[in-house]
DNA sequence: TCAAACACAGTAACGATTACTATTATCGGT
DNA sequence: ACCGATAATAGTAATCGTTACTGTGTTTGA
């Protein structure tokens, strides 16, 4: 099941269903949402939050955060220093303990700025 | 329908249904929900990004943060300069074109730093 | 006065996710 | 090797939040 987690994307849960099912024919949805609960609560995967109704997951740990594309919808990667960032957030006075900060972002991404027209919306 | 901004705290659609219910007894979930997708859209109220499952609407539109907290699960406001945080996530560098930048924080908040043993979890 | 446009209640439908149940696989001990 | 307990699974039902649909009443404007 770790072999999940090694997709390059950011893959819903329904995705990797898809995805996986040819090889384990018998594969079962549920089987797949739990995993990725399990994965995700361990720490082995993130669980993404965005706009988009399904929830993605994302291999990657390293510092960097994502981008919904307005055109495609699709998840994209932005490289940058996550922890200074999110340090800003949590030194924010406020009496209530802030734990930590999410950051995420929503544009239009290079693929769909070199081909404009195309709302492939998929 | 306006009215239904200026409740207090960040509702849910059903928390708005479950108040209003009473007020206009022949209220219908399905008006609610149709209400506040216009009024968000509209910009007059703003549709919150949590990691609760439900949606969360909030009437104050100035600049503040919100902070889901890890014990009772309500959301909480956080004063701070907004713009200036998202504004260091827009020039992050990066091929793709950023358009907007959501922060969203977790932690605990004042009530549940005061009374700690008390898991509500309502 | 009348008809087109609108808002609504009520309910059905939907998509994503979770819970449940019965079955199968795994493993440790005798 | 056998056996009972534990765990993982497939398959499916159920749930939750939300949206879409349908018929009805209400407003508006000519």
New interface residues.
């Given amino acids: 099941m770790q072999t999940v987690k090694n997709s390059k994307e950011h893959p819903t849960a329904e995705v990797i269903y898809a995805t996986l099912k040819p090889l384990y024919p018998e594969l079962s949805l549920g089987t797949v949402y739990r995993n990725l609960n399990v994965l995700a609560s361990n720490g082995d995967i993130l669980r993404l ?1 965005t ?1 988009v109704p399904s929830a993605c997951f994302d291999g990657r740990l390293d510092d960097h ?1 994502h ?1 919904v ?2 055109i495609c919808n699709k998840v ?1 990667d ?3 220093d996550v922890k200074n ?1 999110t340090a ?2 949590l030194n ?1 006075p ?17 693929n769909c ?1 070199k081909t404009p027209q195309q709302t492939t919306m998929n």
């Fill in positions: 939050q706009d955060l981008m594309c307005d994209v932005v490289e940058c960032l800003k957030c924010i406020t009496p209530h303990k802030i734990l930590e900060a999410k950051i995420s972002l929503r544009g239009i991404c290079e700025i």
